[in-house]
């Protein structure tokens, strides 16, 4: 998923969430906002996304290349060995525990 620019607030529009962030809780009217209750086609951690860090980093080259074969015309396999690293940081704070 690319990362895409967003439009920039107007000033009425930041007035308005300036006025809603003033507000308490229940003060706000969401009467017209139906409750969701049904919650099996949400998807977790959809919109989140976390802060990267360029760096150098030197990686064996048969591991760099089988991450490319294994991707799309090589393309998404750094994502791909971030998602692996992640994972193993994962298992080890499992075992950790």
């Known amino acids: 998923m690319k990362k895409g620019a967003s439009r920039r607030l ?3 529009q930041q007035a308005q969430l300036d006025k809603l962030a003033a507000m308490k809780d229940e003060d706000i009217d969401t009467r017209d906002i139906p409750e969701v209750t049904d ?19 030197r990686i064996d080259a048969d591991v760099v ?8 015309n ?3 396999y750094q994502t791909k060995m971030n998602l692996a690293l992640r994972e193993y940081v994962q298992q080890r704070k499992v075992k950790s525990a």
């Open 10 to 12: 107007t000033p009425s």
């Open 39 to 57: 919650w099996r086609g949400a998807k977790r951690g959809l919109f989140y996304r976390p802060i990267k860090r360029q760096l150098t980093l």
């Open 65 to 72: 290349d089988w991450f490319r074969r294994h991707s799309p």
């Open 74 to 76: 090589g393309q998404g």
